[in-house]
C-alpha cells in the first residue's frame, strides 16, 4: 500500500468493514489524508443490484477530496437520486457498524418471536405481518431463520461491542447471547420429534445467495448430532460429498427418502 500512497495524488479508498479509527491511524502512520473509507451495503445474492441502486454512498472525507470518487460510484449506478454524504472516515466506519448491527438485533427479534408462536402455537407468520404493519416497523428484513448468520452481521456485531468497552451498553451483547439461545430452542424443539435422521434442506442462507460460510445450521447440526441424531443434507449446489462430517446429497428423491423430519433455515 505503501507504494500506491506515493503515486502522485492517488486516493486510496477502503471498502471492507473496519474497526472505528482504524483509516485515521492509516493516515497518521503513512502522514497523509489520502486513505478514506468508504463503506459498501451489498446484500448476498444482490451484489449487482445493490451496486446500480445503491441505498446511500457514504465517503468518510472531505468533499473536496472525495467528489471524484463519489462521482463514478453515481455515474455507474443506474439509480439517479442517491444520498451522498461526506463525513469523518471514523464516523463513516461507526456507521457501517451500528447499520449491521441494528439488522443483527431485528434478526434476533424476529427470531425470538419466532420462538415464542412456535411455544405458544401461534401462526408466526400472521404474527409477524401483522406487527409489520406499522409504519415504525415496517415489513423488511423479517424472516425468521435459525439464527443470525453469515459472515457480515455477527462479524460486524462483535467488532461493534468491542468499541463499547468503556461505554455502558446491554442490546448488543444481547444481540449476539440470542444466537446461541435461538440455536438451543431449534434444537431442543427437534430433538423433540425424536427423528432417527434429520434432512437440512438447502446450506444456502437466503434466496439468490450461494454464500455458506458461518452458515447458523453449523451450530444446530452440532447441537443434534451430539444428541445422536444423525444429519444429512441437500444442497444441489455443493460439490463435496460431506459437509461437516454429515452426508451431503444433490438428489432431492434421496434425500426425502433417508430423512425422518426436514428442516429448512428460510424460505427458498
Known amino acids: 500500500m505503501l507504494a500506491t500512497l506515493l503515486a502522485g495524488d492517488a ?6 468493514t473496519v474497526p472505528v479509527g482504524h483509516t485515521q491511524g492509516l493516515q497518521g502512520v503513512y502522514s497523509i489524508d489520502r486513505i478514506v473509507f468508504s463503506p459498501e451495503f451489498l446484500r448476498g445474492g444482490q451484489a449487482l443490484n445493490d451496486n446500480l441502486h445503491p441505498s446511500r454512498i457514504i465517503i468518510g472525507c472531505l ?35 451500528f447499520a449491521n448491527t441494528y439488522l443483527a438485533m431485528r434478526v434476533s427479534f424476529f427470531n425470538a418471536l419466532d420462538s415464542y408462536a412456535i411455544a405458544a402455537g401461534l401462526d408466526t407468520a400472521k404474527t409477524i405481518d401483522s406487527v409489520c404493519l406499522d409504519d ?12 443470525c448468520g ?39 424443539t427437534i430433538i423433540g420429534m425424536r427423528p432417527r435422521v434429520l434432512g437440512i434442506y438447502r446450506l444456502v ?53 433417508l430423512s425422518d423430519v426436514i428442516i429448512s433455515n428460510r424460505i427458498h
Open 11 to 16: 486516493l486510496v479508498v477502503i471498502k471492507s
Open 63 to 97: 468533499e473536496e477530496s472525495g467528489a471524484g470518487f463519489a462521482k463514478l460510484l453515481l455515474d455507474a449506478a443506474e439509480k439517479t437520486d442517491v444520498k451522498t454524504l461526506f463525513m469523518p472516515s471514523t464516523e463513516a466506519e461507526a456507521m457501517k457498524l
Open 136 to 147: 415504525r416497523i415496517g415489513d423488511g428484513y423479517n424472516n425468521p431463520s435459525f439464527a
Open 150 to 188: 453469515g459472515y457480515c452481521l455477527p462479524k460486524d456485531t462483535n467488532q461493534l461491542l468491542a468499541n463499547y468497552k468503556s461505554v455502558p451498553q446491554n442490546s448488543i451483547q444481547a444481540t449476539l447471547s440470542s444466537n446461541s439461545t435461538r440455536k438451543d430452542f431449534i434444537a431442543d
Open 205 to 257: 442462507m437466503k434466496q439468490g445467495s450461494d454464500n455458506f460460510r458461518a452458515n447458523a445450521i453449523q451450530g444446530i447440526m452440532k447441537r443434534l448430532k451430539a444428541k445422536g441424531i444423525e444429519v444429512v443434507i441437500y444442497e444441489p449446489t455443493y460439490a463435496a460429498d460431506t459437509y461437516f462430517n454429515s452426508k451431503a446429497l444433490r438428489s432431492l428423491d434421496e434425500f426425502k427418502g
